[in-house]
């Protein structure tokens, strides 16, 4: 596969091995002191235990799982709403895979399927524009969800929707954005981190340039990387290269995807489909200012939560509900405890029964160690 | 967070909607190339694109790509020699 | 087995409750559908059997039983029929069972179309006749519209194991050698194409196939063979574990020797699935001790199942977890048993 197995190419990968060893080394990092790299994205989460890619980096590095997968940092109470939205006898309820074994107070999508809801999961926002036009009768709510690179489908496929006159199709946004909760966490006294691999495909849509502050207020490195394991094993010798030579910088490692400037097309779509929301609530971190959207009332037309009147924007008010009972989830998901240190770990919660969302996804941190053993799951175990 | 894979747009399928069609290794589905279009849209046949929840989302450049690889090459080349240099000392040791 | 088509007696284009009303719709949906081709030995309710093979002193009787269901019916390289007969064969083969009979069972949809229903009929028929086994008794049903998904089949099948043949999952010791005879996910991918919903094309076609041939064919070479298993629901992952835990032993598999399509990678790619994962419906991994490895590897290739057959990794002493894939990077990762149903994923 073009512009895929040369970036997979095993021979290449262990001098870029060798060459993080060896500028870890020249910094002192070591097991006991070990430099700490927040890969932002789920998607490199699973990369990297997918490879096996944190048992072969210098015993000094220390990978932290970010806030990157969009299911993971999804409130029950959003899980609730999607519920109740499926339910509604007119709806046929469409969204990602992903989002399926979610759990929520009472139950998942999936199981709110096994009880009767019109739930159907698709590939693209464009199928749910289709399952539209072909059901006239009834009304086909997408949903969602994601980061900066999803975010462009569903506005497209607003903008699609109006310009076909289309009057049963809506969105339930649960978009959210990367910026904002990087900036929660490096803001937060506790956090340790000495760098980050940045989500390459986000900034396919942003650019580079909306990480600045991190670089210039927080004094970080942060490189923006591909998915491929060489992509993240070059992007992590950057990051440390930096580290080593006292820099902070904004670098792109993945320019072969990834424009400084980002996609015009789609920002522009971006902007006008959607605004930021005063505050969002993210799962384990809380409250964040502006760090999700909503539809602009030009399209609300086609917002599932002025149609429904379920959502954020409800006259109900919010529901605030709280995490699972002695799970760790808002420690793991800001990087402060590892998944292994969770008292429910394989045990309470499992990728069967999970308590947490961070179980659930498979580029959750937790489902991660638990289903591909990540180097640090074991030895936790010995 | 965000699955992407590189597909080559193998034909136009719907001018109004921007539509065409990407092979991804013989697998092969109808893209939106609304976010890539900048000029004709016959001219996205052949290109190589990042595919995105059925979006064509960036068009590969394929000279970064080059620059990229370029560099992995030389890391290697580099260890080459480093390695070299190592066994190098080592003879000399074992000349001593 | 006779395959000319009869004279048909039935007029309507679509399966009616009165086709499983016990009367005379009934019983010409039956001769005219089913029996006609099947022709079974006899026409009572009992099929009436002999078999030379079992009376041999220390052969043992094997008897298995499997309901398919398939969206859709037909599908690229084949249709609920043939797998239906495929899956049952197979779950006797992997065994060391030499199959002998069939029994099938419908459940069929109120609607479903007569014509699709010859299809799959036919196409058993023609299954059975190249694996060597008969259909010798049946049974269908009708259900209302919405009982059912088109039809549902369950085929029953009795085989024979020769005198000293004793496969099972318990033998497979640190050492032996593990094998597939073919690329992996090829059904999965081929029907999740199949249906549409998720709009992607391909010339995948389902590997559903009989291994009746391909395991006499390891069993001659490797008469040492420990274990065979058919490789269906849950993919290879799964078909590991199940041996691994049986055997008390880690399997170590390596990710370079996997056999994988282009095609099916691509399908993984684009929605985030695991091919280790991905149903097959004539694949199956077996593990011989090392040193009839090769001689397996080769009968095993001059089969028609098993041209692409090749040794994917061992067993060794058990470990932590029951099955560890060795990465081409040199890392390595545990390849659990699926939870639930692999859905896509766009994350």
Redesign the interface.
């Known amino acids: 596969m073009r512009y895929v197995e040369e970036f997979r190419d095993p021979k290449a990968a262990k001098s870029v091995l060798a060459a993080i060893a060896q500028v870890a080394d020249e910094i002192g990092a070591t097991r006991d002191k070990p430099v700490h790299i927040m890969e932002i994205c789920g998607g490199h989460t699973h990369a990297i235990f997918r490879y096996g890619l944190d048992k072969l980096v210098h015993d000094g590095i220390e990978f932290i799982h970010g806030p990157g997968c969009p299911v993971c940092v999804l409130p029950r109470s959003r899980v609730d709403e999607c519920i109740e939205l499926a339910e509604l006898p007119e709806v046929i309820f469409t969204t990602f895979g992903d989002a399926m074994r979610v759990p929520g107070t009472k139950k998942s999508l999936m199981q709110a399927k096994a009880d009767g809801a019109d739930i159907r999961m698709v590939y693209s926002p464009l199928d749910a524009l289709e399952l539209a036009r072909r059901n006239p009768d009834r009304e086909v709510v997408f949903f969602g969800l994601g980061f900066e690179t999803t975010t462009p489908s569903t506005a497209f496929s607003i903008q699609q929707a109006a310009r076909e006159g289309l009057t049963n199709f809506s969105v339930f946004c649960n978009h959210i954005t990367v910026p904002p909760p990087i900036k929660a966490l490096l803001d937060d006294p506790h956090m340790v981190l000495d760098g980050f691999v940045g989500p390459g495909h986000v900034s396919m849509v942003i650019g580079v340039h909306p990480y600045d502050f991190i670089a210039q207020d927080y004094g970080k490195p942060l490189v923006v990387s591909g998915f491929e394991p060489l992509d993240l094993l070059q992007s992590v010798l950057m990051v440390l290269e930096q580290i080593r030579d006292g820099r902070a910088e904004i670098e792109n490692q993945y320019a072969r995807v990834v424009p400084e400037h980002g996609n015009p097309a789609s920002l522009a779509a971006i902007s006008e489909v959607y605004e930021p929301r005063p505050t969002f609530e993210w799962r384990g971190l809380g409250e964040i200012d502006e760090s999700g959207l909503r539809i602009r009332d030009a399209y609300a037309a086609f917002d599932a939560e002025a149609k429904f009147g379920i959502g954020y924007g409800a006259a109900k008010g919010r529901a605030v509900v709280e995490e699972p009972e002695g799970a760790a989830c808002g420690l793991v998901m800001t990087g402060r405890c590892k998944p292994t240190d969770c008292p429910k770990f394989g045990t309470g919660c499992t990728p069967e029964m999970p308590l947490g969302a961070l179980m659930v996804s498979s580029e959750g941190a937790c489902a991660a160690y638990y289903q591909y053993g990540g180097a640090r799951a074991t030895e936790a175990a010995e | 967070m965000c699955l992407g894979i590189p597909g080559q747009i193998i034909e136009i399928t719907d001018t109004d909607r921007y539509m065409g069609l990407a092979d991804v290794s013989g697998v092969r589905r109808e893209v939106s190339l609304l976010p890539v279009t900048e000029g004709p849209l016959d001219d996205m046949v052949g290109k190589w694109v990042l595919i995105h929840v059925g979006f064509a989302m960036a068009v590969i450049d394929e000279d970064e790509a080059q620059k990229t690889l370029e560099a992995l090459r030389g890391l290697g080349e580099a260890q080459e020699t480093l390695e070299q240099m190592a066994e190098g000392d080592k003879a000399l040791e074992e000349v001593r | 087995m006779n395959m000319t088509t009869p004279v048909s007696r039935l007029r309507e284009t679509r399966v009616t409750l009165a086709h499983g009303g016990g009367g005379k719709a009934m019983r010409d949906l039956i001769e005219d559908v089913f029996t006609a081709v099947f022709q079974p030995p006899g026409m009572e309710d009992q099929a009436r059997l002999m078999s030379a093979a079992l009376q041999e002193p220390g052969a043992r009787l094997a008897f298995t039983t499997d309901s398919f269901v398939v969206t859709p019916l037909e599908f690229p390289g084949g249709d609920i029929g043939k797998i239906a007969v495929c899956g049952t064969v197979n779950d006797l083969a992997v065994g060391g069972a030499k199959p002998l009979w069939l029994a099938a069972s419908f459940i069929i949809e109120e609607g479903m179309e007569i014509a699709t229903l010859r299809r799959i009929v036919a196409s058993m028929a023609r299954e059975a006749d190249a694996a060597g086994v008969r259909i010798v008794t049946g049974d269908t049903k009708v259900v209302g519209r919405g009982s059912a998904d088109g039809v549902f089949v369950t085929t029953s099948g009795i085989g024979v194991i020769p005198p000293d043949r004793d496969l099972k999952a318990e033998a497979i010791r640190p050492g032996d050698v593990a094998i597939v005879n073919g690329v992996l996910g090829d059904h999965g991918a081929a029907i999740l194409?199949a249906r549409g919903?998720?709009?992607?094309?391909?010339?995948?076609e389902s590997d559903c196939q009989s291994l009746s041939e391909l395991m006499e064919a390891a069993l001659a070479a490797a008469p040492g063979l420990r274990a065979a298993r058919d490789a269906t629901r849950g993919g290879l992952a799964s078909a590991l574990n199940e041996m691994a835990e049986a055997a008390g032993v880690t399997i170590e598999i390596d990710e370079d020797q996997l056999p994988l399509r282009?095609?099916v990678?691509?399908?993984c790619?684009?929605?985030?699935l695991d091919p280790l994962y991905l149903a097959n419906e004539g694949t199956l991994v077996l593990f011989v001790p090392e040193d009839q490895a090769e001689a397996a590897i080769d009968a095993m290739r001059n089969t028609g199942a098993g041209r692409d057959t090749v040794a994917i990794g061992h067993a060794v002493s058990r470990e932590?977890?029951p099955v560890v894939m060795k990465?081409?990077?040199?890392?390595?990762?545990?390849v659990?048993m699926l939870?639930?149903e692999q859905?896509?994923?766009?994350?």
């Not at chain 3, 919903?197 to 995948?204: C, K, P, Q, R, V």
């Not at chain 3, 990465?327 to 545990?334: A, E, L, P, V």
Request: some cysteine; proline content about 3%; glycine content about 14%.
């Open positions: 194409a919903d998720l709009a992607l094309s391909t010339d995948i282009a095609e990678m691509g399908m790619e684009i929605l985030g932590a977890t990465t081409r990077f040199g890392g390595s990762r545990i659990d939870v639930g859905l896509p994923r766009i994350c």
